[in-house]
C-alpha cells in the first residue's frame, strides 16, 4: 500500500530511532552544517542589529523627522532596487562556488556596514545614507538565499523540513537578539546620529563572522556541483544573470506545490508591510502620550520581540504540523490564521485616547505575535517546499525570486499605505484591506489545490 503521507513531506521516523538518527547526522555532517547555520545566524544578528539601528536612527531619531511617504521611500530604496536585480544574481547561486558567493558577500557587507557608520558620524542626509544601507540590505538578502540553496548540500533531503524549523528558532533570536543589542546602544548613548554610528558599526560583526566560517567550507561543497547542468554549459555569467528570473519562474510554475508557497509569502508580506508603518506611526505617536508601556524606539524593539517568539513558536510547531496537513493545506491554515488576526487589528487600531490605549498596545502586540506564527509557518512550508521540489542547478534562482517576492511586496504594500494612513497610523480602512488580501490569497491557493488534484492534471504536484 502506498504511504498515506501528503504531500512527499519524509515523515519523521520513530522517537528513539529519530535521536539515533540525528546523532549519526552530526557525526557525519555535523561540521558542515555547523559552519553553515553558523553562517546564517551571524548574517542574520548582524542584520537584526542594522535594521534596529536604522529605525532608531532614522525612524524615531529626533534630529532626523520623518513622515509617513518619507519612511515608505526610505523602505523602497531599501529594498526594491535589489528586488529588481536579485533574480539575476541569484543565477549566480547556481553558476558559482557558492562557498566563495557566502565569503565575499559577507567581507562586501561588513566594508558596506562600515563606510555607513561613518556616514552617521558624519551627519549625511538621508539620500547617500539610505543607498548605502540598500546595498547593505541587498548584499544581505543574497547571503541569505545562498545559505538556504546550499543547505542540501550538507543535510539529508528527509531531515530539511525539521532542521529549517531549527535553523529558523535560533536565527529568529539571533536576529531579535541583534535588535536588542542595537536598542540597548542607542539607548545608552542617547538618540541621535552617534548613538546610530556605533550601533551600525557593532553590526558588522555578523558579516565578519560569516566570512570566516564560509571560508572554512572546502571548493564546491556547497555546490553546485561540477555535473550540474548550468556549470556545464559555455554560458557567460551576463546571459545567466539576465535569464535568471524567467528560470526561476518557470521552476515555481511547474511545481503546484511551488506556486502555492510563493503566493502565501507573497500575499502575507504585502499585508506585513502596511501593518509595518502601521505599527511604526502608533509607537511614534504613542511616545508623546502618557501610556504605561513603552513606546517609541523600545516600544518597536518590543513589538519586534513580539514577531519573533510567534516565528520562534512557529519553528517548533512546523515540523508536527507539515506531515500531518501537507504543504499546502499548512499554507492554507497560515493564511486563515492571518486572516483572522488581521481582522481583530481593527479594534486595537481604532482606540485614540484614554485608558484603553494601554489595551490596544497589548492588542496590537498580540496580533504581531501571531501573525509572526503565521507568516514563518508560510514561510518554512515554502522553503521545505522548494529545497524538495526544486533540483539543485535552479534553487538558488527560485530562492533569490523568493526574496524578490519578499520585498517587492513588502514596499508596494508600504506605498500604497502611505498614500492613505494618518500621521498617528489608526486606519481601519488599512487594516480591512489586510484582510481583504489575505482572503484573496486563500482563494487562490484553494483554486489551485484543486487543480492540482484533478487527474491529468498539466500542473506537478508530487516531488
Given at each position: ?6 504531500d512527499d ?10 535521536r ?20 546564517r ?56 562556488d ?14 558596506l556596514?562600515?563606510?555607513?557608520s ?46 529549517n ?17 542595537a ?17 551600525v ?53 511547474e ?16 499585508v ?19 501610556s ?14 513580539a ?47 484614554g ?15 501571531l ?11 515554502g ?17 533569490a ?51 492540482s ?11
Open positions: 500500500m502506498a504511504d498515506p503521507r501528503p513531506v519524509p515523515a519523521a521516523p520513530g522517537r528513539p530511532a529519530a539515533r538518527d540525528l546523532l549519526r547526522l552530526l557525526r557525519q555532517s555535523g561540521a558542515g552544517l555547523r559552519r553553515l547555520s553558523a553562517v545566524f551571524a548574517g542574520q544578528f548582524g542584520d537584526g542589529m542594522f535594521q534596529a539601528a536604522l529605525s532608531g536612527a532614522i525612524l524615531f531619531n529626533p534630529e532626523r523627522q520623518t513622515d509617513p511617504p518619507a519612511i515608505a521611500a526610505g523602505f523602497a530604496v531599501l529594498l526594491l532596487p535589489y528586488s529588481v536585480i536579485g533574480p539575476y544574481a541569484g543565477a549566480l547561486l547556481d553558476r558559482w557558492r562557498r566563495a558567493v557566502l565569503f565575499v558577500a559577507n567581507v562586501l557587507r561588513a566594508l556596514i562600515g563606510v555607513t561613518v556616514g552617521f558620524a558624519l551627519g549625511i542626509t538621508d539620500t547617500p545614507l539610505l543607498l548605502l544601507a540598500l546595498a547593505v540590505v541587498g548584499v544581505g538578502r543574497f547571503v541569505m538565499a545562498g545559505v538556504s540553496a546550499a543547505l542540501p548540500r550538507v543535510l539529508e533531503q528527509r531531515w530539511l523540513v525539521p532542521m524549523s531549527v535553523l529558523a528558532t535560533v536565527a529568529s533570536g539571533c536576529a531579535a537578539a541583534g535588535a536588542a543589542a536598542v540597548a546602544i542607542i539607548g545608552a548613548i542617547g538618540a541621535g546620529n552617534p548613538a546610530g554610528a556605533v550601533a558599526a557593532a553590526s558588522a560583526s555578523g558579516s565578519v563572522i560569516g566570512a570566516v566560517c564560509a571560508a572554512r567550507f572546502a571548493p564546491r561543497a556547497l555546490g553546485p556541483g561540477d555535473d550540474d547542468p548550468a556549470t556545464d554549459r559555455p554560458v557567460s555569467s551576463v546571459r545567466a544573470i539576465l535569464t535568471g528570473l524567467r528560470t526561476g519562474a518557470r521552476a515555481v510554475r511545481s503546484a506545490h511551488c506556486t502555492i508557497a510563493m503566493i502565501g509569502i507573497g500575499v502575507h508580506r504585502i506585513f508591510g502596511a501593518d509595518t508603518l502601521l505599527m511604526v506611526l502608533v509607537l511614534r505617536q504613542s511616545a508623546n502620550e502618557n504605561s508601556l513603552s513606546a517609541g524606539l523600545v516600544g518597536f524593539g518590543v513589538a519586534i520581540a514577531t519573533a517568539a510567534g516565528m520562534l513558536l512557529a519553528a517548533v510547531l512546523a515540523p508536527l504540523v507539515i506531515p500531518r496537513l501537507g504543504r499546502p493545506r499548512t499554507v492554507l491554515v497560515g493564511l486563515l490564521t492571518a486572516l483572522v488576526v488581521q481582522s481583530a487589528l481593527v479594534t486595537p487600531i481604532t482606540v485614540t485616547h485608558a484603553n490605549t494601554d489595551a490596544a498596545h497589548r492588542l496590537l502586540l498580540a496580533g504581531a505575535f501573525l509572526g506564527l503565521a507568516g514563518q509557518t508560510v514561510k518554512l512550508t522553503d521545505a517546499t522548494m529545497q524538495i521540489d526544486i533540483d539543485d542547478s535552479r534553487r538558488g534562482q527560485v530562492f525570486l523568493q526574496d524578490t517576492v519578499f520585498n517587492i511586496a513588502f514596499v508596494l504594500a508600504l506605498a500604497a499605505a502611505a498614500l492613505v494612513v494618518p500621521a498617528d497610523g489608526r486606519s481601519i480602512g488599512v487594516v480591512l484591506a489586510g484582510s481583504a488580501c489575505y482572503a484573496v490569497g486563500i482563494a487562490a491557493v484553494a483554486v489551485i489545490m484543486a487543480r488534484a484533478r487527474p491529468g492534471s498539466p500542473i506537478r504536484s508530487d516531488r
